[in-house]
């Protein structure tokens, strides 16, 4: 029987992350699956990529509203990434559990250097970037996600604020909609690595999770507004330090033992 007491509270958690960062709900998805839920780590990888893309998705109305997207980022990034993320999810099925873990929060801590060093914070859009830099950019993103199991937004905010040069909270719109892209991709390649693994996906906790985690994105998006730029980045590279931290120490342990 499901423990609502901890699923719901966990699913807003992730909704309002995802609302507020444009990111973040995989980092916290698949700890809460595998350490809180106690599900199999494959099994806890594919189910977030359901949840966060479902999320990601009806998250990102609220900023298209707004126009706060970049469309010409979505699909010079988000296509290759799908592909990219695709590739990615299949090469998981070789590598175990643990490893993914442990390059999960090795990226995270990169991705968190990222985004805290000394950069200016654009409020403004820079000049457009040749697009096979975006393409690039996308594949390799998509391949590294595809293969750690997330949605990538800790990694597609940094890609799009530092090197694309979009405001950050264009960048978090544009970021949910590549999230949704990717994940899709990454959550029908994983449906086959968990049938030749004979693991199966728990889709009441799926839906339950999509479905409080949207209502908590929304109080995220209007948190968002109220935060000035240059803290939310840093509130993005502090909470990236944290759960890759921990995920880290907790992969390392495991190995140790």
Do not use: C
Request: cysteine-free.
């Amino acid at each position: 029987m499901l423990d609502l007491s901890l699923i719901i509270p966990a699913a807003i958690l992730v909704g309002i992350v995802m609302g507020l960062l444009g990111s973040g709900g995989s980092i916290l998805t698949v700890p809460i699956l595998v350490y809180l839920l106690g599900q199999d780590g494959k099994v806890a990888i594919g189910g977030s990529l359901a949840i966060v893309g479902g999320i990601a998705l009806f998250s990102s109305l609220a900023y298209i509203k707004d126009k706060l997207v970049d469309w010409r980022s979505v699909w010079l990034f988000g296509i290759p990434g799908m592909i990219g993320t695709y590739g990615g999810a299949a090469l998981a099925g070789f590598a175990s559990t643990l490893i993914q873990l442990m390059t999960f929060g090795i990226v995270m801590l990169i991705s968190s250097y990222m985004m805290l060093r000394p950069v200016k914070v654009e409020t403004e859009r820079k000049g457009e970037r040749h697009p096979y830099k975006i393409i690039v950019e996308g594949s390799l993103v998509g391949i590294l996600t595809g293969f750690v199991g997330v949605g990538g937004g800790f990694l597609i905010v940094p890609a799009l604020t530092i090197l694309g040069g979009l405001p950050i909270r264009i960048a978090i719109g544009t970021s949910l909609i590549i999230i949704f892209l990717k994940s899709s991709a990454g959550f029908i390649k994983y449906i086959d690595v968990l049938e030749n693994m004979n693991l199966q996906l728990d889709y009441s906790i799926i839906f339950i999770f999509i479905v409080v985690g949207i209502a908590g994105s929304y109080f995220g998006k209007f948190v968002s507004k109220k935060i000035p730029q240059p803290m939310l980045k840093k509130g993005f590279g502090g909470f990236l330090i944290i759960m890759g931290g921990f995920i880290l120490t907790r992969s390392v342990l495991d190995f140790l033992v």
